[in-house]
C-alpha cells in the first residue's frame, strides 16, 4: 500500500507540472501579473480624451476688430456644434489683444501684426502663433471726394497732413477729414507699415475711432472723410481706393501685386488645449477656410503665393 501511496502521489505530481508546461503555452506572452506592462493600446493615456468626449468650458478672444467679424461669425457656428462651449468675443485692438493674452486675461488675443511688433521679446517669446487667415486693408474714402487712385507718395501727404484738400490730388474741392485707428490697432500698424511706409503722428482736427465699423459709418457720412479698412469691412457706402494704380482685389493680393496685407494672428499664452484648442483646430478646417473666411473678405493663409515676416520681408 506504500508503494502505490508513493506511486500515486509521483504520478500526480507529474500530471500537475504537465499541466502547467501547457498553460503557459497557452498563447500568453504577457510578463508575469506581478509586473506592470508595456506598450499596450487598450487604455488611453491619462491625458487624453475619448473621440468622443463632449468639449466644454469658456473661450475669451480679444482684439482685432479687422478679425473680429470672421471671429464672432465661426464662434457662434462653433458653439451650435459644442452646446457646452461659450465663445466670447471682443474687439479693443491689436496691442490690447495681445496684452490680454500675455497676461492671462483672455484665452486669444487676436492681431493683424505679429506679438514682437508689440510686446517686449521676453513676452512675446510665450506666445504661441495661430495664423488662420489673410486681412488685406484698403483707404477708404466718402463717395462725393472724386477720387479712385492715390500713390504712396500722394497717401502718405495726406496721412501726414501735407495735402489738405482732395483737389490737390485730383479730386473735388473738399477738405480732407482724416479717420484714424489709435496707436494700439493693428489695423493702423499695417496701413502705416505697407501703405505709407512710415508712422505718422495724428493730424489737427482728424478723428480717431477705435472700431472699424464705426470708421467706414463716419467715412460714409463725411464729405471729404478718408480713412482704412479690411476688406471685410467693404461695401458700396464708402470706395476703395486703389493703390499706385493696383485695385485692391483678393488676386492682386494673392500675387504680392497689392501690398497692404497681413496675417491674421490668434495668440495664445503656451500651446491652447481643452476648448480653446478645439476651437482652433475648427478654425483651420476646410469648412471655415472654405467658406467662412473667404464669405467674410478675408484670404485663406494656404491660397497665398507669397509669405511675409514680422519684418514685412515677403518671399515667393
Known amino acids: 500500500m506504500k508503494s502505490k501511496k508513493t506511486l500515486f502521489g509521483t504520478l500526480t505530481l507529474s500530471a500537475m507540472l504537465a499541466l502547467t508546461a501547457c498553460g503557459g ?17 487598450a487604455t488611453p493615456a491619462a491625458n487624453e480624451q475619448p473621440a468622443d468626449a463632449t468639449v466644454s468650458g469658456e473661450i475669451l478672444a480679444v482684439g482685432s476688430t479687422a478679425l473680429q467679424p470672421l471671429v464672432d461669425q465661426v464662434g457662434q457656428k462653433f458653439m451650435t456644434e459644442n452646446a457646452e462651449v461659450t465663445v466670447q ?5 491689436s496691442g490690447t489683444g495681445l496684452t490680454q493674452v500675455s497676461e492671462g486675461a483672455a484665452n486669444i488675443g487676436n492681431s493683424d501684426v505679429f506679438a514682437e511688433e508689440k510686446l517686449e521679446a521676453d513676452k512675446a517669446a510665450e ?5 488662420v487667415a489673410v486681412v488685406a486693408m484698403a483707404t477708404v474714402v ?3 471726394t472724386g477720387v479712385t ?6 497717401l502718405l501727404d495726406v496721412f501726414s497732413g501735407k495735402v489738405t484738400n482732395w483737389k490737390d490730388v485730383g479730386g473735388a474741392d473738399q477738405k480732407i477729414t482724416i479717420v484714424n485707428r489709435p496707436s494700439s490697432s493693428g489695423t493702423r500698424a499695417t ?18 475711432q477705435d472700431s472699424s465699423g464705426t470708421v467706414k459709418q463716419i467715412v460714409a457720412d463725411t464729405k471729404g472723410a478718408v480713412g482704412y479698412l479690411a476688406f471685410s ?10 493703390y499706385d494704380g493696383v485695385e485692391p482685389t483678393e488676386e492682386n493680393v494673392q500675387s504680392g501685386d497689392y501690398p497692404i496685407w497681413a496675417y491674421e494672428h490668434m495668440y495664445t499664452k503656451g500651446e491652447p488645449d481643452g476648448a480653446t484648442k478645439a476651437f482652433l483646430d475648427y478654425f483651420m478646417t476646410e469648412e471655415v477656410q472654405n ?26
Open 25 to 41: 503555452n497557452s498563447g500568453s506572452t504577457a510578463a508575469p501579473a506581478t509586473e506592470p506592462t508595456t506598450g499596450s493600446t
Open 89 to 93: 468675443v471682443q474687439g479693443g485692438g
Open 127 to 131: 506666445l504661441v502663433d495661430h495664423q
Open 142 to 144: 466718402n463717395k462725393d
Open 149 to 154: 487712385n492715390l500713390t504712396k507718395q500722394q
Open 191 to 208: 496701413f502705416e507699415k505697407y501703405a505709407l511706409g512710415e508712422k505718422v503722428e495724428n493730424v489737427a482736427g482728424s478723428i480717431e
Open 233 to 242: 469691412y467693404l461695401d458700396d457706402t464708402v470706395t476703395a481706393l486703389s
Open 291 to 316: 467658406a467662412d473666411v473667404t464669405e467674410l473678405g478675408y484670404i485663406p493663409v494656404s491660397s497665398m503665393k507669397v509669405t511675409r515676416d514680422a519684418e514685412g520681408k515677403v518671399s515667393k
